[in-house]
């Protein structure tokens, strides 16, 4: 399993911007998925947005247009760049890799976005 942290969260106001982290223990492979999911109080986990090995992006259409997912495979780190923050976007976000059929998930970092 690929050991992950979270970085980033925070408290913004609405129409704000974050940029969450996600560093893995040692390189990600350009053949691993990578992804952001978040869970917001009350609700169940739900996608965010993928890059698969091929580099071609998948959005949830909620952020689609505000959010951008990217990787660095030599630095071991996910990045998940938000902007025009809404309420809604209110959760904890994880970061997910898929390897080797089989997912690690890290520990989440909160997002709140309230004025």
């Known amino acids: 399993q690929v050991q992950l942290v979270e970085s980033g969260g925070g408290l913004v106001q609405p129409g704000g911007s974050l940029r969450l982290s996600c560093a893995a223990s040692?390189?990600?492979?350009?053949?691993?998925?990578v992804g952001w999911y978040r869970q917001a109080p009350g609700s169940q986990r739900e996608f965010v947005a993928v890059?698969?090995?091929?580099?071609?992006?998948t959005y949830a259409d909620s952020v689609k247009g505000r959010f951008t997912i990217s990787r660095d495979n030599a630095k071991g780190t996910v990045y998940l760049q938000m902007k025009s923050l809404k309420p809604e976007d209110t959760a904890v976000y994880y970061c997910?890799?898929?390897?080797w059929g089989q997912g690690s998930w890290g520990q989440g970092t909160q997002v709140t976005v309230s004025s």
């Open positions: 040692g390189s990600i492979f350009s053949s691993d998925v």
């Open positions: 997910n890799v898929y390897r």
């Open positions: 890059i698969p090995g091929g580099g071609s992006t």
